[in-house]
Nanobody, 123 residues
Framework: QVQLVESGGGDVQPGGSLRLSCAAS????????MGWYRQAPGGEREQVAR???????NYADSVKGRFTVSRDSAKITVYLQVTSLKPEDTAVYYC?????????????????WGQGTQVTVSS
């Protein structure tokens, strides 16, 4: 199985910055895309940023120019640098990884999710 451990969330004032991290571990043979989603109270989960294997990044319009996604392939870690935070960025942030991993001794591609890290932006 694959485990994703997130860190870096917290409380921050408008205009502030945070760096979210998500480290993957387990019986991983290959990684394709890695990315971040978020879910605000009462809202649906939305994609924030997605980074392909080749390094091509896609961002939600609401975060373009403020958020940067990156990955360390050696550490199987994906990062989200969030800057110029706004109150509307308040949400639980989840990382996701599309990975080829052993599932009951069979290698399968699956999308795996972290447990979520809270980001709260308020003055």
């Amino acid at each position: 199985q694959v485990q994703l451990v997130e860190s870096g969330g917290g409380d921050v004032q408008p205009g502030g910055s945070l760096r979210l991290s998500c480290a993957a571990s387990g019986s991983i043979f290959d990684i394709d895309a890695m990315g971040w989603y978020r879910q605000a109270p009462g809202g649906e989960r939305e994609q924030v940023a997605r980074l392909s294997r080749t390094g091509s990044a896609n961002y939600a319009d609401s975060v373009k120019g403020r958020f940067t996604v990156s990955r360390d392939s050696a550490k199987i870690t994906v990062y989200l640098q969030v800057t110029s935070l706004k109150p509307e960025d308040t949400a639980v942030y989840y990382c996701s990884v599309n990975a080829l991993a052993a599932v009951s001794s069979i290698a399968r591609w699956n999308e795996y999710w972290g447990q979520g890290t809270q980001v709260t932006v308020s003055s």
